[in-house]
Nanobody, 119 residues
Framework: QVQLVESGGGLVQAGGSLRLSCAAS????????MAWFRQAPGKERESVAG????????NYRDSLKGRFAISRDNAKNTMYLQMNSLKPEDTAVYYC????????????WGQGTQVTVSS
């Protein structure tokens, strides 16, 4: 079975940086698409970025492109989200998720990690 565990969240000042990690256990993610989502207070969950595990191709929410970077380490079965120039509006619970390629439903989710950006 697949288990995803996020880490790296915390409190940071506006303009600072954080790197989130999503560690996968149970199996390799060959044939999967991995993604980060976030949910802020009073807002619906939204996609942040995604990466094809096999070829490392990436997608970003347009408003975040240039500040956030997603990557993966095959050897460690770990996905990362580097977040730079953080803003208070980035405050949210960030979730790691995975789906099989050519599907639309994310069947695997982590527990979430809180990111709080102070002004």
């Amino acid at each position: 079975q697949v288990q995803l565990v996020e880490s790296g969240g915390g409190l940071v000042q506006a303009g600072g940086s954080l790197r989130l990690s999503c560690a996968a256990s149970g199996r390799t993610f060959t044939g999967f698409y991995m993604a980060w989502f976030r949910q802020a207070p009073g807002k619906e969950r939204e996609s942040v970025a995604g990466i094809n595990w096999d070829d490392a191709s990436t997608n970003y929410r347009d408003s975040l492109k240039g500040r956030f970077a997603i990557s993966r380490d095959n050897a460690k079965n770990t996905m990362y989200l580097q977040m730079n120039s953080l803003k208070p509006e980035d405050t949210a619970v960030y979730y790691c998720a995975a789906r099989r390629l050519f599907t639309t439903q994310y069947d695997y989710w982590g527990q979430g990690t809180q990111v709080t950006v102070s002004s």
